[in-house]
T-cell receptor, first 113, second 113 residues
Framework: DAMVIQNPRYQVTQFGKPVTLSCSQT?????MYWYQQKSSQAPKLLFH???????NEADTPDNFQSRRPNTSFCFLDIRSPGLGDAAMYLC????????????FGPGTRLTVT | GENVEQHPSTLSVQEGDSAVIKCTYS??????FPWYKQELGKRPQLIID?????GEKKDQRIAVTLNKTAKHFSLHITETQPEDSAVYFC????????????FGSGTQLTVLP
């Protein structure tokens, strides 16, 4: 089944220790998004890739970076995680041909100790 | 930018009753309005969407209405069941745009057996 996959599902990292979250998709969608969702809040868009073009939201902290080496994979790098970065991180994909309906992955729950 | 307000934040209904969740948006250029259901610890899943050339859309027990003039749209769930219990998010976007999916703050729906 075509899908959006996120690994790991649960990640524990130490304060200030860099961490990378990964997302892959078999939908062949040209757009990939990273959202941060804190408890009882709506998903908040961090950035997205339209094909190879990176689009950062204005209020996304510099601590968050992203890489998209190919169509299928996208990575979220948190350079120096703080306690406030503990959240669920959701990857989503969309396709222009499908009107950009967004398909979400299962998320990675990040804990910062 | 777009601003989406969602009400109520929590909603409890008896099984079999109807539930209504309302959202307003600010940007008259928005023309695509999806609704997502998110169960605890799971990914948001698209349950229904509506485009601005349509006033109402129905899918079995779920319906969405859109009033472009007033800039509000609503989700209606009839004959609610315990498995409808979840957080529901509305969102607004310009169809075809890869970035502008602005979420409402979410409604925790609880269906009491």
């Amino acid at each position: 089944d075509a899908m959006v996959i996120q690994n790991p599902r649960y990640q524990v990292t130490q304060f200030g220790k860099p961490v990378t979250l990964s997302c892959s998709q078999t939908l062949n969608h040209n757009v990939m998004y990273w959202y941060q969702q804190k408890s009882s809040q709506a998903p908040k868009l961090l950035f997205h890739y339209y094909d190879k073009d990176f689009n950062n939201e204005a209020d996304t902290p510099d601590n968050f970076q992203s890489r998209r080496p190919n169509t299928s994979f996208c990575f979220l790098d948190i350079r120096s995680p703080g306690l406030g970065d503990a959240a669920m991180y959701l990857c989503a994909t969309s396709s222009r041909l499908a009107g950009h309906e967004q398909y979400f992955g299962p998320g990675t729950r990040l804990t910062v100790t | 930018g777009e601003n989406v307000e969602q009400h109520p934040s929590t909603l409890s209904v008896q099984e079999g009753d109807s539930a209504v969740i309302k959202c307003t948006y600010s940007d008259s250029a928005s023309n695509y309005f999806p609704w997502y259901k998110q169960e605890l610890g799971k990914r948001p899943q698209l349950i229904i969407d509506i485009r601005s050339n349509v006033g109402e859309k129905k899918d079995q027990r779920i319906a969405v209405t859109l009033n472009k003039t007033a800039k509000h749209f609503s989700l209606h769930i009839t004959e609610t069941q315990p498995e409808d219990s979840a957080v529901y998010f509305c969102a607004a976007s310009q169809e075809g745009s890869a970035r502008q999916l602005t979420f409402g703050s979410g409604t925790q729906l609880t269906v009491l057996p």
